[in-house]
């Protein structure tokens, strides 16, 4: 039977921790840190993402400000919203919900954030740092990913170091695959990026130590796609047709093979909310110097 990887209480902890840190920003700086979040248009997931993520700043202290703009909001306005908040000295992180509305391109609002602002790491130069192994900001679920994955690996006694271990990443999106595939490979881990274009992929998934599934279709992978005793992430959020959330895993199945196993939900989605207070805290403490 896997271990559950219980992301709930881990998150609970790191916002206590994220929490401390705040208080004594304020202390010092006589301010608190500021986050402001920015959603363009009515997509209702987005909507409850963002009001999920103005609540948790509030709840650690952060100074959260949540920005709602209609789905007409030009490319060219909203350039120059996100350059009043990079000018703005109360400001420490930016974050723009995506998706963006068709015809607004998503690249030029990304690049339009100031890197040292960029909570989510999204921005080409905290992508570049990371992937050149330097100081930048790392993009928040492939950091809950880590997070995760430690608590795992030290409530039963095995060291961080994956050297030697094989990770395979299913999915290569900018948000999560391959940000997390630079976290593994840092850590040593062996690391394969697998997608829709691989060959055999139950195949090269069984060879995986570390597995995350990051693809956004539910039940995916099955129990049969496992290594017995793998340590699986699932990052997937879907919906099935019946109102329940599932994983990119067949958790159910997969209880029976894996060594640990993240929940849908209460896994890899609570770390995500925490990682962005951790990401604004460290912004702001960065930028007062
Ligand atoms: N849309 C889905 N996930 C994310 C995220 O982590 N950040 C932003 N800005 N938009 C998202």
């Known amino acids: 039977m896997a271990r559950i990887i219980d992301g709930k209480v881990l998150a609970a902890q790191r916002r206590a921790r994220v929490a401390a840190g705040v208080a004594e920003f304020c202390a010092r700086n006589g301010r608190a840190p500021g986050l402001e979040v920015v959603l363009v ?24 400000v949540l920005h709602r703009l209609p789905d007409t909001t030009s490319e060219a306005w909203l350039v120059d919203f996100v350059a009043s908040l990079n000018a703005n000295p109360a400001i420490d992180g930016i974050l723009v919900q995506l998706p963006l509305p068709r015809g607004i391109d998503v690249n030029r609002i ?33 950091r809950g990913c880590m997070a995760l994955l430690d608590a795992h690996l030290e409530a039963v006694g095995e060291g961080l170091d994956l050297g030697g271990k094989h990770a395979v990443v299913i999915g290569r999106s900018n948000i999560v695959g391959k940000p997390l595939g630079q976290l593994l490979l840092a850590r040593n881990a062996t690391v394969t990026m697998a997608h829709s274009r691989t060959r055999d992929l139950p195949a ?19 129990a049969d796609w496992l290594k017995p005793g793998a340590i699986v992430l699932d990052v997937g959020i879907n919906r099935t047709a019946d109102g329940k ?3 990119d895993v067949d958790s159910e199945a997969a209880m029976a093979v894996a ?13 995500t909310i925490a990682m962005l207070l951790e990401n604004t805290l460290l912004a702001a403490s960065r930028r007062v110097g």
């Open 110 to 142: 990304i690049d339009a954030i100031l890197p040292s602002k960029d909570v989510d790491g999204f921005h080409p130069m905290n992508a570049g740092m990371l992937s050149v192994g330097r100081e930048g900001l790392v993009p928040c679920t492939p």
């Open 245 to 247: 959330l599932c994983g």
């Open 41 to 64: 248009g009515d997509d209702p997931a987005s909507a409850v993402y963002t009001r999920n993520k103005e609540k948790a700043a509030a709840e650690v202290g952060i100074r959260g």
């Open 259 to 271: 060594g640990a196993l993240t929940p849908v939900p209460g896994g890899v989605g609570p770390m």
């Open 204 to 222: 090269v998934c069984r060879t995986a130590d570390i597995l995350v599934a990051a693809v956004g279709r539910a039940a995916m992978v099955r």
